[in-house]
């Protein structure tokens, strides 16, 4: 009789703790998916009034415009759950584990092969290389054969990724020595300017362009995290003053690598 009674009471604990956790696990879903909604939100209303109000126009395939939308609404927000759970918490930890360590040469290595790898594999710079390099081919600025357009496609890819792991070593070294963020945009889009000048009219649109597509889902995270984790844990740094800007670095040094690169390659 005894040995019943705490049985049914050990069942009934555990299905109210069941119930509670999957009440409270439904909740934050609900909050996450509402969250992730309002952000997506002002596309809608957008892409809605100009395919029925400017074009009057019914949306092609509603049925797969519905889905497609549910399923951008779900991976936000899974995507951003994954970067507060994963990503940022684990770009500050090794952060402040090299930090500790107290090597320069392997925090500068990681700050550079952070920036190389998460570039070099980016599918919005894969993309612009390919086009670039075929439209390069087709208005004669290089060799219109298979084998040049890959070498230009791979050369334009391994420049920016360069550029990028270069442009996060510069911001790693300007947080361990507290230089002034500004004095590095201004004095690199003064180089910028002085190139722009130098370089062919074809490479200019593209080198800027170049810049932009290095700030990628995955790039921009950690790289934050990078800085904010190290601004952190060195004495008399502002992680809000010193922890960003590396990624207007990281978008700005590539437009100088890529004007370059076109001086050479176009020449």
Not at 213 to 219: P, Q
Not at 245 to 251: F, N, P, T
């Amino acid at each position: 009789m005894l040995l019943d009674k705490g049985t049914n009471f050990i069942r009934c604990l555990l299905e109210n703790i069941r119930k509670h956790t999957l009440s409270k696990l439904i909740s934050i879903f609900l909050v996450k998916i509402r969250t992730a909604f309002t952000d997506v939100l002002p596309i809608i209303l957008v892409v809605t009034f100009f395919q029925l109000v400017v074009l009057k126009q019914p949306f092609p395939n509603l049925e797969n415009v519905l889905i497609g939308g549910l399923l951008v609404v779900v991976g936000l927000m899974l995507f951003v759950e994954g970067l507060e759970i994963g990503l940022f918490p684990i770009g500050e930890m090794m952060a402040d584990a090299l930090a500790r360590k107290g090597s320069l040469f392997w925090l500068l290595t990681f700050a550079f092969a952070l920036g190389f790898s998460t570039t070099i594999a980016e599918p919005a710079l894969i993309a612009i290389a390919g086009e670039a390099a075929n439209i390069s081919a087709s208005s004669l600025l290089i060799k219109n054969s298979p084998d040049t357009i890959t070498s230009f496609a791979l050369g334009l890819r391994i420049t920016v990724a360069f550029a990028v792991g270069l442009a996060i070593v510069l911001g790693v070294i300007r947080i361990l020595k507290g230089w002034p963020v500004y004095i590095l945009i201004i004095g690199g889009y003064m180089v910028v300017i002085v190139l722009t000048y130098f370089a062919p009219s074809a490479i200019i649109g593209l080198a800027f362009d170049s810049g932009g597509v290095t700030t990628s889902t995955i790039t921009v995270p950690l790289v934050t995290a990078l800085g904010v984790g190290l601004s952190k844990i060195i004495k008399g740094r502002n992680p809000l003053i010193d922890g960003f800007g590396l990624i207007a670095l990281a978008s700005l040094i590539p437009i100088i690598f890529v004007l370059i690169y076109g001086m050479v390659m176009y020449s």
